[in-house]
């Protein structure tokens, strides 16, 4: 079982900067996928980033060159750095966690509760 804490939301102007973080507890961070996606009001949950157990990372094409998503393994933690907002970034950003049980094949799915960005146009 994994749990999962977003922290570092808010709200922003144009332009500026913001930074997510999500704090994991629970066995093997490591080993898991840590992913952040947003659902904008009457829209369905996107991928923003993700980043694998070996570092590999994945962008949306909406946020690429604008947002970074790390891990630090020894904090058991995820972040994603967000710059250059606008009104479009605005979203409740989840930070996901999942992983593969080789023995079962089976897909393990974990989320956070969900933080807040709100970008004014």
């Known amino acids: 079982q994994v749990q999962l804490v977003e922290s570092g939301g808010g709200l922003v102007q144009p332009g500026e900067s913001l930074r997510l973080s999500c704090a994991a507890s629970?066995?093997?961070?490591?080993?898991?996928?840590m992913g952040w996606y947003r659902q904008a009001l009457g829209k369905q949950r996107e991928l923003v980033a993700s980043?694998?157990?070996?570092?590999?990372?994945n962008y949306a094409d909406s946020v690429k060159g604008r947002f970074t998503i790390s891990r630090d393994n020894a904090k058991n933690t995820v972040y994603l750095q967000m710059t250059g907002l606008t009104p479009e970034d605005t979203a409740v950003y989840y930070c996901?966690?999942?992983?593969?049980?080789?023995?079962?094949?089976?897909?393990?799915?974990?989320w956070g509760q969900g933080t807040q960005v709100t970008v004014p146009s």
């Open positions: 996901n966690a999942q992983r593969v049980l080789l023995a079962t094949l089976k897909t393990l799915y974990y």
């Open positions: 980043i694998t157990s070996s570092g590999n990372t």
């Open positions: 629970g066995r093997s961070f490591s080993v898991y996928t």
